[in-house]
């Protein structure tokens, strides 16, 4: 597997994404019910708990393994298995040294942000999905080295099945917040013997200094970046859960988790492969600049347009919805969010190629300049404009991050504008076939007969704009 060239990385990544795509198809629509069914159910105040302690424990799992698990994947050679015994060594003990302290301070930390007993139990439920998480690292970087998502995405339906239907049934039961608690465990308890049964590996302790030097040097810069991600967005939650009552917070948990949608069914998928796939073809300068246009049109492609119609139909959903009328305060949020979701969607590709060929230290800077632009603009935002400055503030960090395209440009030419122009000028002529016709929308039916004929113009306009393209894709797809 050391030797890969295009032709085998884009078999494999091709068998990937469609692996992800559908496979997940089910689940991916399954927890777009589950979040509809708890904006029903679920109060702000609720969503904010759930908000404030996730983003918590996110922050402490980037502490898990000082970027091992990246090395593994982005180094030429097959990993050995004292290797990964190494990365597994100092993975556990740094979760333990993470979750430990933290069940001692819970109720500190629940003090602290003004949490009674059931978010306690919340966290404690995401300390326990966080150690048993950390055990399904190695066998998670095996299948991802080999491009195995066809493999990974088992154990990945498993959890996000078991998780949505166990929040559906208890939130419709009225358990409230208790719900996430009992469907975090039991994703995590699910997710583990899985992902055992289909990749398993001879665990074993070890360590070697002069191993772990080597892994450490790409490592730490790469986590390093990772951690300062954190600081932007999670741990910066972390501050809006503390200076926010819980429900202008719960607004903005909302707002995120419907404007980030796209982002969960598109590019996740997407990103998750450009990684390890990039890491294959370091070598080969063409293929980068292949993958890396390709990488730019496809989220194009499937996010502009979604982004558009959050923006343009979340009021007339919010409106004719009884039970949504709650949360009319998160339009505002809902919108910055969403053209956060176009723009930063569209510097991923980028900083992922900076990380595959091994310039971790380059996008380092980056990092640390949108960090501290994030850390300045949140809370002078939120001063001026209360909870709505937050995603205001979102919106402007993203752009600041398409900076990046000038200096990956220095170590591969690739075109950013040809890839995202067409989805662009669809997107518009869709918004504006939106604009015109939004007058009519009167009830429910009326709006899905709106978002088909809106949905429908775009496919019609962009398929016929990008003909040519669509059918190299379709036929390159059919050959692999």
């Known amino acids: 597997m050391d030797d890969f060239n295009l032709e085998l990385v884009a078999r494999k990544s091709v068998k990937s994404i469609f692996a992800l795509v559908s496979r997940t198809f089910f689940i991916q629509v399954l927890g777009v019910f589950a ?3 708890l904006t029903i159910y679920l109060s702000p105040s609720d969503f904010g708990v759930f ?61 602290f942000f003004k949490i009674d007993g059931h978010g306690i139990y919340l966290l404690y439920a995401f300390l326990i999905s966080f150690l048993l998480s950390s055990l399904k690292t190695i066998p998670t970087v095996i299948l991802e080295r080999k491009l195995d998502f066809h493999r990974l995405v088992i154990p990945q339906i498993a959890e996000n099945l078991v998780y ?38 001879k665990i074993g302790f070890a360590y ?42 719960g607004y903005i948990g909302f707002a995120q988790k419907w ?5 969960r069914l598109v590019m996740d ?106 850390w300045i603009l949140t809370p002078l935002f939120i001063i001026k404009m209360g909870y709505n400055g937050v995603a205001i503030a979102s919106f402007l960090v993203a752009v600041s991050t398409l900076s990046i395209y000038f200096v990956a440009r220095k170590y591969i030419t690739f075109s950013f504008i040809r890839p995202i122009l067409k989805p662009l000028f669809t997107s518009l002529l869709m918004m504006l076939f939106i604009f015109i016709t939004q007058r009519f929308i009167t009830s429910l039916p009326i709006l899905l007969v709106e978002m088909l004929l809106a949905g429908g113009l775009y496919f019609t306009v962009i398929l016929s704009l990008t003909r040519k393209d669509i059918r190299r894709i379709i036929v390159f797809v059919r050959n692999n």
Request: with cysteine; aromatic share 14%.
């Open 51 to 111: 908000f404030i302690v996730s983003s918590f424990v996110v922050f402490l799992n980037y502490f898990s393994d000082i970027g091992l698990a990246a090395s593994l994947i982005q180094k030429k050679e097959e990993p050995n298995l004292q290797e990964l015994r190494n990365t597994f060594t100092i993975q556990q003990i740094l979760v333990l040294l993470l979750i430990i302290p933290c069940f001692a301070l819970s109720g500190q930390i629940a003090s």
């Open 259 to 263: 404007a980030f949608l796209p982002l």
């Open 269 to 374: 998928n997407v990103i998750k492969i450009m990684f390890p796939s990039l890491s294959r073809l370091q070598h080969d300068r063409n293929a980068l600049r292949v993958v890396i246009e390709k990488s730019l049109f496809v989220i194009s492609f499937f996010i502009m347009p979604t982004a558009v119609g959050f923006i343009m139909l979340s009021p007339y959903f919010i409106d004719l919805i009884p039970s949504y009328h709650k949360w009319a305060p998160a339009y505002i949020s809902i919108v910055f969010f969403a053209l956060n979701t176009v723009v930063g969607s569209l510097s991923t590709p980028i900083t992922n190629f900076l990380y595959a060929t091994g310039k971790a230290k380059l996008t380092l800077y980056f990092m640390a300049g949108w960090t501290t632009l994030s």
């Open 35 to 37: 979040s509809f069914i």
């Open 164 to 201: 949505n239907l166990t929040l559906i049934l208890m939130a419709v039961g009225g358990y409230g917040i208790t719900s996430f608690t009992v469907a975090i465990v039991l994703r995590s308890i699910v997710g583990l013997i899985i992902i055992y049964f289909i990749s398993p590996w």
């Open 208 to 249: 070697d200094r002069k191993i772990l030097k080597g892994l450490l040097s790409f490592g730490i810069p790469f986590q390093v970046n990772s951690l300062l991600a954190l600081v932007k967005d999670d741990l910066i939650n972390v501050y809006i859960g503390k200076v926010l009552p819980l429900t202008q917070v």
